[in-house]
């Protein structure tokens, strides 16, 4: 049944446009894996950077593979097939390199069933010679690999455009000189930005939560210093391959990259410094691609309202005829233009992310929203035409009180209050998820809320809007978000939690695989971390200290917090521009 398995592939591959297919040998051949859908993964722009990057090399060919849904996992099983690639149709285990897209924490599960759909050891320390090397870049990879890495050979600590050129060539050299692996992995690690798990010895307190000593073995450098590409204009940051199927049917097209803005709570916001801007011109040489495909332009950055020359852009873009999305903006950012450029588009629905609703706990997480921004973004939004607003709110903050929790409803009331004296009647959504403290923040050391704390305040926010009309409130688990609070803080022994959790049925498993091992999930989240430990993901380096986020959080838990203002230039407070 393999054949039917392939002409599935071959058949998604037709209704494709851009991929690359080269001949076997002469390249080395990578795999590209994302941990999702085909549907999801390929509206990930960060797939088709490292897709274009790869295969624009004369020495690599690379392919994509994605999870298959669930029927066509079910055939991979029944019939004793591998997981295959999208361009030929190969089994990922032929490759030379297995690579994945570390986005989301829930998505560590499908990596592993992925591995297992590919007939390739879970552990890196299983496999042989014979066995592809595996590797994992993105997100999660950078900012705290701990959890994932008795899976993966080496992760990728930064952008790929700045690491990715490197590896390639040691990878290639050691491979021709007959290296083993072990010794290509020793090779691997001295390369700046990347992480390899087995030139580290790591052990933990009596509680197997947090690394107590993090010990390089042999030349392994002590430290492993995020890499990060200044020059946007080097490298293109735009769609590669065109399918109709996908979440979103886009010329996708990065404009900036990194955030300056400070958010106590925001990992990509620390991680991603500093704020770099592509040119104009290079952004209108990416925009040649979507005229000739006829395709909507998806601009993405941290905060599209924040690119100097916003309005040009806009003016560019609607003047080729094109029409346009974003991925976010800013309230207090946002431009007349801007919005009149999204409704001229056809958007529905603006989206503000003030994320608290009171004055007091926007400046603990220092937001830098107020009230006045959201009514003058939505002012902008009714006179374009737009109707619905959605709000992206979080519940369980540090320092959150009940009257905070009052001033999520009381806000949502005085913004539809306007809505209505302006003549809107559209729907007014509340997106409300847990606050979950991540790796390289201010709040890394604070305690989740209690689940029963969150469970109550969601129950009392809907209660409380649930009579006013065209109001929506809509919520992520709490359950949910604890399982990846465990994942996001967690250390190399969560991975064997991970391990078990998968082998039990998956996320929903993880509380009770915690329990066989005499932890509690909700202890292991919902307590205070001592700012003394020594953390999973201390032999990081995002580029700026701990005491910079030790004077972060202490700021956060003054009375009434001092504003941090954005990144500036000359700005040397946080390290990273040395």
């Known amino acids: 049944m393999s054949w039917k398995l392939k002409e599935q592939l071959k058949n998604m591959l037709a209704e494709e446009s851009g991929y690359y297919i080269y001949h076997a040998g002469g390249r080395t051949r990578v795999a590209l894996l994302y941990p999702n859908s085909y549907f999801v993964g390929m509206s990930n722009l960060g797939l088709h950077i490292v897709y274009r990057l790869l295969n624009h090399r004369n020495d690599t060919a690379c392919e994509r593979c994605f999870l298959p849904e ?287 609703g009171s004055t007091r706990m926007r400046a603990v997480i220092n937001k830098g929203i107020e009230e006045e921004h959201l009514l003058n973004a939505m002012e902008m939004g009714i006179k374009a035409g737009i109707r619905n607003f959605r709000l992206y709110i979080m519940i369980g903050l540090p320092g959150e009180e009940p009257s905070d929790i009052q001033g999520i409803i009381d806000m949502a009331l005085k913004l539809k209050d306007f809505m209505e004296e302006k003549g809107d009647t559209g729907r007014l959504t509340l997106s409300i998820n847990p606050f979950i403290p991540k790796p390289f923040t201010p709040f890394q050391w604070s305690p989740m809320a209690p689940i029963k704390y969150i469970q109550g305040a969601l129950k009392y926010i809907t209660n409380a809007l649930r009579k006013r009309h065209n109001i929506e409130v809509i919520a992520e688990s709490p359950r949910d978000a604890y399982v990846q609070a465990v994942l996001a803080r967690g250390s190399r022994k969560t991975g064997q939690y991970l391990l078990e959790a998968y082998e039990n049925g998956g996320s929903k498993a993880m509380k009770s695989v915690l329990k066989s091992h005499k932890l509690s999930m909700e202890d292991l989240v919902s307590r205070p971390v001592s700012l003394d430990n020594v953390l999973p993901w201390d032999m990081l380096d995002m580029g700026f200290t701990k005491d910079y986020l030790k004077k972060e959080l202490m700021e956060s838990q003054q009375e009434m917090p001092m504003h941090t203002i954005q990144c500036f230039d000359g700005c040397k407070r946080c390290g990273v521009c040395k």
């Open 70 to 356: 669930k029927r066509q996992q079910e055939e991979y099983v029944k019939h004793k097939v591998q997981l295959m690639t999208m361009e030929t149709q190969s089994a990922i285990s032929s490759f030379d390199i297995v690579a994945f897209i570390m986005s989301f924490e829930m998505d560590y599960f499908n990596i592993l069933r992925m591995l297992e759909l590919g007939k390739i050891k879970a552990f890196a320390a299983e496999r042989s010679e014979m066995d592809p090397l595996v590797i994992a870049g993105g997100p999660c990879a950078t900012f705290n690999p701990e959890p994932m890495s008795p899976f993966v050979d080496a992760f990728i600590i930064g952008e790929g455009e700045a690491i990715m050129p490197s590896f390639m060539e040691e990878y290639n050299r050691a491979r021709a000189e007959g290296k083993s692996r072990k010794e290509i992995l020793s090779i691997l690690a001295q390369i700046p930005g990347v992480y390899v798990p087995s030139c580290y010895d790591v052990s933990y307190d009596n509680e197997d939560i947090f690394s107590t000593h993090i010990k390089p073995l042999e030349r392994a450098p002590a430290r492993i210093c995020r890499q990060w590409q200044e020059n946007l204009d080097e490298y293109p940051g735009e769609t590669a391959i065109y399918t109709e199927n996908t979440e979103f049917n886009l010329h996708l097209v990065e404009i900036a990259r990194g955030c300056g803005r400070h958010c106590r709570f925001c990992m990509a916001g620390y991680c991603f410094r500093r704020p770099r801007n592509r040119s104009l011109e290079a952004i209108e040489k990416m925009l040649v691609a979507a005229k000739e495909k006829g395709r909507r332009v998806g601009l993405m950055g941290a905060a599209i309202s924040d690119y100097p020359e916003i309005d040009q852009l806009c003016r560019e873009i609607l003047g080729d005829g094109l029409s346009m999305s974003v991925a976010s903006f800013r309230a207090d950012s946002v431009t007349q233009e801007l919005v009149d450029s999204l409704a001229a588009s056809g958007l529905k629905t603006l989206t503000m992310a003030p994320e608290a």
